[in-house]
Each structure stands twice: as structure tokens, then as C-alpha cells.
């Protein structure tokens, strides 16, 4: 991984950095074809833009294409077997005296999912286990989705310095979401070689029910770039090492190769079909609203959480917690 230098920007002389995210918003604004597959099937009691839909399509697509890529290449006879973490194996090996220490540190903004999602998640990865005995499970209250990641692989100086820099403006954000509420529906396993994740997608008006007032017009996409904008705004130089149209949960990696001999691979892809049959059948949109579990607002319960340190299987320490709601 190479060095992201320097950290910081000189707001004083250096042009205004590029907001990754603006570029999704402005493709959606330029271009209103919506493709017939992502036309929606249910009824809202509040119109919907071509905005909110297609906004929706990058977040449908990316990981559509992404599960299809990795169902062809898990099931190639050609396939060299899992990417396994070596400092998640380091981690967690019993032998290692004294225990590994991960060096990396960094410096996030994550929303914690509420209640009814970690349940949701906990079900998942009971049902994984059983397919997979050797896979390691996120720890529930580990569980987080990065909304925006500001720098990674530091050492601690260097973070220190960056919250300094940051200063107040970190509990602003983090309380960001008690004004700006983006909805995700559509709880779907995503996975690759080396992890699977619980993905959600931008609120497009399911559900919306006559008089609630709710229109999904600010949506999760514009959370990041709004967390973004903030931390810019604050003189810190944001490197995230990944933008793409996703919001997703880790709840589990694969750490032992032989889960994946015979037809263990084979198995596992066939799970996950199945469990995203289910999750399709019980959680998503219908007519007549969303079902109990299969939404989130980002910011229930728990505000943004500012944190820092080796975080980068949901350690880490809590700087600041906004407030939910």
C-alpha cells in the first residue's frame, strides 16, 4: 500500500480538492434515462424524480456486477482460493506469543447500525457458520458501515495531528444525521474472495406511506458527500481508499483454506443465493410498505461515530458519538 502524502492541505494557497463523490450526483442530473430493469414496481404516495432512482441504479448496479464477478470467478475451475487476510490471521492466531499488534491506524466517521439491522446481521452470519465453520464473524457490536473513512495505515502521530486538525468540526459531524436522514433499503449478502459484507442501497420512496412526508430526496450518497465536504472544510485532507457506490456492513472474512476444498466453495456461493432469495422475499419492498427489519435510517439510534486507533475489524476507540434518533 503506498503513502498517501502529505496529509494535509494548505487551504490557504492549494485549489479546492474535488469532491469523489460529486461525480455520481452529477451523472444522475445530466442523465435521465433510468434502464427499464430499475424502473420501480411499487406505488409511493410521493412522486419520484429520475434522481432518486438512478442514484439508487449505481448503488443496484455496483454490487449486482460485483456478485456476478465473484460468482464466476469463486466457481472457475481455475479458482486459487480465498484471499485470507494475513494480519486478521496474525490476529487471531492463539500460537503467536506475545499476541500480534496491528500497526495500522486510522481515523473514520462510521454509522452503527441499529438494532433490527444487527439481528438481521446475526442471522446471517449464524446461517454462513453453519456452511462455513472456520469463517470469522464480525462481533456484533463491532459492526459498522464506513461512512466516510478520512486516512488509513498510520501510525499514531499522525492521527493524533489529524484530530487536531479537525478540532470541532468532528462533533458536527458526527451529529450531522440528526438533521439529514438518508434511508437504505434492499438488504442484500454481497461477497468476494476474501469477505462478505451485508449491502443496502439508497431509498428510493418504498414505503412511503400517504402523509409521512417522506420523499428519500437526500440520500445516503449525499451523506458522504456531505461528510466529506466537512472534513475538507475543516483543513483535513480526506484519503479514503474507497468511493464506489456501496453501503455495506463486513460480517464476515474467510480464514482457513479448507472451508473452500471439495465443494466447500461451491456450497458457500449456494448459501448465499439462497439467503439472498430470502432476504428478497422477506425484507425488501412490497406493496404496501417495508417489511419490519428491511430499512435503516442512518443515524437511528446512534449518531455518526468519530473514531480512531486499530479499528480495522470494528476496534478502535470512540472520539465522539453523535446523537440518534
Not at 17 to 24: E, F, G, K, L, W
Request: glycine share 6%; net charge neutral; proline share 9%.
Amino acid at each position: 500500500m503506498s503513502a498517501l502524502d502529505p496529509i494535509f492541505t494548505d487551504t490557504s494557497t492549494a485549489s479546492p480538492p474535488i469532491n469523489p463523490y460529486d461525480a455520481v450526483l452529477s451523472a444522475c442530473s445530466n442523465d435521465p434515462v433510468i434502464p427499464p430493469k430499475a424502473q420501480p414496481t411499487f406505488r409511493s404516495a410521493h412522486p419520484l424524480t429520475f434522481f432518486q432512482i438512478q442514484i439508487q441504479t449505481h448503488y443496484t448496479t455496483h454490487r449486482t456486477d460485483r456478485n456476478e464477478q465473484q460468482h464466476a470467478l469463486l466457481l472457475s475451475p481455475t479458482f486459487p482460493g480465498p484471499t485470507i487476510d494475513p494480519t486478521l490471521a496474525r490476529l487471531t492466531d492463539p500460537a503467536l506469543l506475545p499476541p500480534y499488534t496491528d500497526p495500522r491506524h486510522c481515523l473514520v466517521f462510521w454509522a452503527r447500525p441499529p438494532t433490527h439491522i444487527r439481528t438481521l446481521a446475526a442471522k446471517l452470519q449464524h446461517a454462513l457458520r453453519a456452511t462455513m465453520p472456520h469463517l470469522w464473524l464480525m462481533p456484533l457490536p463491532n459492526l459498522h458501515m464506513t461512512a466516510l473513512e478520512i486516512t488509513h495505515s498510520r501510525s499514531a502521530p499522525e492521527i493524533a495531528a489529524l484530530l487536531a486538525q479537525l478540532g470541532p468540526a468532528a462533533a458536527a459531524i458526527a451529529n450531522y444525521t440528526r438533521a439529514h436522514r438518508a434511508r437504505l433499503v434492499k438488504p442484500m449478502l454481497s461477497y468476494d474472495a476474501a469477505a462478505i459484507a451485508l449491502s443496502f442501497v439508497p431509498a428510493a420512496g418504498e414505503g412511503a406511506q400517504a402523509g409521512e412526508g417522506l420523499d428519500d430526496s437526500y440520500t445516503y450518497h449525499h451523506l458522504r458527500r456531505d461528510l466529506w465536504r466537512a472534513s475538507s472544510a475543516a483543513g483535513v485532507r480526506v484519503a479514503s481508499r474507497y468511493v464506489a457506490p456501496s453501503a455495506h456492513i463486513t460480517v464476515a472474512r474467510f480464514l482457513q483454506e479448507e472451508d473452500f476444498q471439495g465443494d466447500g466453495v461451491r456450497a458457500l456461493v449456494g448459501k448465499i443465493e439462497a439467503l439472498n432469495a430470502w432476504l428478497r422475499a422477506e425484507y425488501w419492498p412490497r406493496e404496501g410498505g417495508v417489511p419490519e427489519g428491511g430499512e435503516w435510517v442512518v443515524g437511528q439510534e446512534k449518531g455518526l461515530d468519530c473514531r480512531a486507533g486499530t479499528l480495522w475489524y470494528g476496534g478502535g476507540e470512540t472520539l465522539v458519538l453523535g446523537e440518534g434518533f
